[in-house]
């Protein structure tokens, strides 16, 4: 076992031995997502799994690690059941050391897969995950590292955030959330030389989250025309999980309330529509579904979405200078939607080599 393992303790060992197990069954994963609602701080999900199981079929899957002496198995199983039905996840699993039938047996009439203390024993003498990948410990470690990542724009704070995001929706309105902390990492790996480094893993990490999310909203646009599609992504882009007309909805009642309630309302509320409009205008949203609704790039997104996972968590850094021609693409329509020159970003990631 390496000293990499060594230094985390029962719980994040297990839970990255479990992360390890699930790559290696072809799941995208991330580990420790946190579930908020409404504000609120409510439990972190230990391990969130995505698949794409055919062109118009998606699973999202929870994990609930427990490796502890007295694992309360049976509470478990309905703490992950409440947990999946308040995300609207796919399915739900236990990993328990608890190792009787019953326990498999209760969780098999709930609907929830219970990987038991049999299994956990096999895996816990798998090869250490952590000789490759750097845990969720190391790589917010990496963070840290930077003194000033908490007054420079919260660094450790926009990845939990964009965390937490996979558990609330994989929607247009995430996505449009990952894109404004996806451009802050992209502009902070230019900006900061010392730092480029862990910039662009947390780049990496956001981006695999846009494109598991963009994965995850074509299942609904599979059998559009490329046109239609690329109008429906861009829509989506352009004003959020609503759309134009959700959009208009909400700024008519708003602004109705103003022209009622307000001194000079029509003029105001005349000003803040053209506001608006403009605004919206100035999205070059086109980019994105130009792109996105192209066959060949809708089928690598999920694989895309690993890689660019990978690039995040590899022990040795290894830039996106050597990716697949899918990620660098993807990376590339980015970096144009977020209006960053493609030199300036790749001269300053030579200047890092």
């Given at each position: ?225 490329q046109s239609e599609r690329s109008a429906l992504i861009k829509d989506g882009f352009t004003y959020g999980s609503r759309g134009s007309s959700g959009l208009k909805k ?29 605004q919206l205008a100035q999205l070059n949203t086109s980019i994105l579904g130009d792109f996105f609704s192209k066959n060949d790039v809708a089928r690598t997104l999920f ?51």
């Open positions: 076992m390496s000293k990499s393992q060594q230094a985390l303790s029962k719980g994040p060992k297990m839970e990255e031995l479990l992360r390890s197990y699930f790559l290696k069954a072809g799941y995208y994963v991330v580990r420790g997502v946190p579930f908020v609602y409404e504000g609120f701080d409510v439990t972190d999900i230990d391990l969130w799994l995505y698949s794409r199981t055919s062109s118009v079929s998606r699973e999202v899957a929870l994990v609930d690690a427990k490796n502890k002496k007295t694992p309360q198995a049976i509470e478990r199983i309905f703490w992950v059941q409440g947990l999946r039905i308040a995300t609207k996840a796919t399915n739900a699993i236990v990993a328990t050391t608890e190792k009787r039938q019953e326990v498999k047996d209760f969780g098999r009439d709930l609907g929830v897969l219970v990987l038991d203390g049999s299994f956990l024993g096999k895996l816990a003498h798998a090869d250490d995950p952590n000789a490759t990948r750097l845990s969720d410990e190391e790589f917010f470690a990496r963070i840290n590292e930077y003194s000033l990542s908490k007054l420079d724009g919260d660094w450790r704070g926009r990845i939990v955030l964009s965390k937490s995001l996979l558990a609330k929706s994989l929607s247009f309105d995430s996505c449009n959330e990952w894109l404004g902390q996806g451009r802050f990492f992209a502009e902070q790996s230019i900006t900061k030389g010392t730092q480029r480094e862990t910039a662009l893993r947390c780049l990496y990490l956001v981006c695999s989250f846009i494109a598991i999310a963009v994965d995850y909203c074509m299942k609904e646009l599979s059998f559009h025309e909400v700024l008519n009642v708003a602004m109705g309330l103003v022209e009622e309630h307000a001194n000079d309302g029509p003029a105001i509320s005349r000003q803040v529509r053209t506001s608006v409009e403009k694989t895309v979405a690993k890689e660019f996972e990978q690039l995040a968590m590899a022990r040795e850094f290894a830039s996106h200078g050597a990716a697949s021609i899918e990620l660098r693409s993807t990376l590339f329509c980015l970096l144009d939607y977020w209006g960053i020159d493609r030199v300036m970003f790749s001269e300053a990631l030579e200047a890092k080599s």
